[in-house]
């Protein structure tokens, strides 16, 4: 049987509530004749977090001693692809070697990592579709392609001609400070999501003409969501709290021989990855041996997950979150992010949350 093309399209910061036929339509058509899982979260709020917990299936807690351990091997995933002979193409726009992606997330192909080129973030994304298009066209081997699109990232950027949303203003932290009417960073947003989506549905239709389509499992998602004063006035962007407006986002998959099919149980980032290596990578190993994911086909929610930001993570329900601060404090907080006395944290999810952050440390 030959091998799938797998092709990761990551878009910065794309929220789950503006995936729809007006904002996405390429993406949004797609997810009608796909998999779309409509209820899944970004294992991070912040892009560090969550592309880890993407890549290697394991919970955000990992990544600072992955790090320090220079990759610790690097995501199981694409070593497994380097075993079945591969070919990789990891075209980011944003620069993900300085945040350390590049020796962690991506350290066993670190070598096919090509950042975007041109003057401005607009054309990097253009470079990045350019890119990926030369890379299909000219393999003849299997391919596993990973785009990562910045022009959705604060401050938001697009070609005048995919200025459909108005009225749009470019955002600054002073307005953010003073709780502005978030409707005209909103437009500019979703202008942004427009555009990029526009260069999804090039190289749909690039697959296509080339033959490649009906061989490619074809996944679309992101790294985080993007709050704008959903919590509170002066509450813009990511990073700040563990509600579903920060990590509520898309993920629909293309893959052939699969009916397309909505899924409304709860998903996270760490599943993508366990789910790639048993069902287009052929791994025998339970799930349980090489991810803290769920097999996205399986249909189990996720009744807690593991979450985390730049100084802090949480375990995360349907109820709310319960966040571990720096100095070891645990604080409850609804899903507006606001304390809540009340919420309690079920002792048997805690402990499974637990046994997910230790699962892959030896004892010494």
Not at 132 to 149: A, H, I, Y
Not at 290 to 296: M, Q
């Amino acid at each position: 049987m030959e091998k799938p093309n797998i092709i990761m399209v990551v878009l910065e910061s794309w929220r789950g509530d503006t995936f729809d036929e007006e904002v996405s339509p390429n993406a949004y058509k797609l997810a009608q004749e796909s998999l779309w899982f409509k209820d899944h979260h970004s294992n991070g709020t912040v892009t560090t977090r969550g592309i880890f917990s993407l890549m290697y299936g394991l919970a955000p807690t990992y990544m600072d001693n992955v790090v320090a351990n220079n990759g610790a091997g690097g995501p199981i995933m694409l070593n497994a692809m380097k075993e079945q002979g591969y070919e990789f193409g990891i075209y980011p726009s944003g620069d993900i070697t300085r945040i350390k992606l590049t020796d962690s997330s991506f350290s066993p192909v670190k070598e096919y990592v090509h950042h975007g080129e041109g003057e401005d973030t607009i054309e990097k994304d253009y470079d990045v579709l350019n890119k990926m298009v030369t890379k299909l066209k000219t393999s003849e081997k299997p391919v596993f392609g990973f785009m990562f699109f910045n022009s959705t990232h604060y401050l938001y950027y697009y070609p005048e001609k995919f200025k459909k949303f108005t009225p749009v203003e470019k955002p600054s932290l002073v307005d953010f400070k003073a709780g502005k009417n978030p409707e005209p960073y909103i437009n500019r947003y979703k202008n942004s999501i427009y555009f990029i989506d526009d260069l999804i549905g090039q190289l749909i239709s690039e697959l296509k003409a080339m033959g490649k389509w009906e061989n490619t499992v074809f996944i679309v998602t992101s790294d985080h969501a993007e709050e704008f004063a959903d919590t509170s006035p002066t509450r813009f962007g990511h990073g700040s709290n563990y509600t579903r407006f920060q990590s509520h986002v898309p993920l629909v998959i293309h893959w052939p021989g699969k009916d397309a099919k909505e899924y409304s149980h709860r998903t996270s980032s760490v599943d993508v990855s366990p789910t790639i290596l048993k069902h287009a990578l052929n791994c025998q190993n339970d799930i349980e041996d090489v991810s803290t994911g769920l097999d996205l086909l399986d249909e189990k929610d996720h009744e807690i997950q593991v979450m985390a930001s730049y100084y802090n993570y949480a375990f995360v329900t349907k109820e709310g979150s319960f966040i571990q601060n720096p100095i070891g404090l645990v604080e409850s907080r609804d899903n507006f992010d606001k304390p809540d006395q009340n919420l309690k944290l079920d002792p048997q999810l805690a402990f499974k949350a637990l046994q997910k952050m230790q699962h892959f440390y030896k004892a010494k």
